[in-house]
């Protein structure tokens, strides 16, 4: 599905769901009033968008890393992170772009970046067969030639894909192009990333469970 197309739907099925929302207020017994404290502020990743070399290609540099964050108040929890100690940044690009990536691997094992939903050669895609080891660079480059879209990367290391992104190994990738469809399109302000996650306060997951019951988990608190 276009991005164009998702945020139009997803934007019909919000206001939907916010009708109903309202409607179920206004007639229920113990009506809608009270106070409701926020204190947890919702956590916008930044934009990675750098400018056209002279060469007129886009460099992003991203390096994998270890690190700790607070996903329960007042826990931290041994995570992952791209530029970061937990997610990565939202990379942006254009249609017609030339764009470099350069992935730096310093974790204690091998892992990948996959470009999901991207169309590029294979050479570049970042699958299993492209292991960037512990300490080691590697590097992609493609032309971007496809219409706006919400896309992501992640790790796609061969049976440990759901492990390395539960632990925080993932980001956007947004592109653009010329046709304007007139929906929201500041980002962090009216057009905001959302990533849904569930936090487990149990004992850490072991590297020996299934793809399918890893991807289900998320980083534990320790």
């Known amino acids: 599905m276009r991005r164009r197309s998702f945020l139009a739907l997803a934007g019909m099925t919000a206001m939907t769901g916010a009708t109903g929302l309202a409607l179920g207020g206004c007639g229920g017994a ?18 990675l968008d ?3 070399g002279k060469d007129g290609v886009k460099r992003f540099d991203l390096r994998l ?26 990379l942006r690009a254009r249609r ?50 496809q219409p706006a879209a919400t896309t992501w990367y ?9 492990l390395h992104v539960y632990r925080g190994l993932a980001g956007l990738f947004l592109l653009d192009d010329t046709h304007d469809a007139g929906l929201p399109h500041t980002y962090g302000v009216d057009d905001i990333p959302s990533s849904s996650r ?6 850490t997951v072991n590297s020996t469970r299934t793809s399918a019951e890893r991807s289900a988990r998320s980083p534990t608190t320790s």
Do not use: C
């Not at 009270?34 to 930044?46: D, F, W, Y």
């Not at 108040?73 to 997610?87: D, F, Q, S, V």
């Not at 470099?100 to 974790?107: D, F, K, P, S």
């Open 154 to 162: 992640h790790p796609h290391p061969h049976g440990q894909t759901g």
């Open 30 to 47: 113990q009506g809608n009033e009270g106070t409701v404290s926020l204190t947890t502020p919702l956590r916008i990743p930044p934009v």
């Open 65 to 90: 890393l270890q690190g700790r964050t607070e996903l329960l108040p007042g826990k931290t929890a041994r995570t992952w992170g791209i530029n970061g100690p937990h997610l990565g940044p939202t």
């Open 198 to 203: 569930t936090v487990s306060s149990g004992p």
């Open 50 to 52: 750098p400018a056209p």
């Open 96 to 145: 017609g772009d030339r764009v470099a990536m350069t992935v730096t691997n310093t974790l204690d094992e091998a892992s990948t970046l996959h470009w999901h939903g991207m169309r590029l050669p294979a050479a570049m895609d970042g699958g299993p067969h492209q292991m960037v080891e512990p300490g080691a660079t590697w590097a992609s480059e493609w032309t971007v030639d």
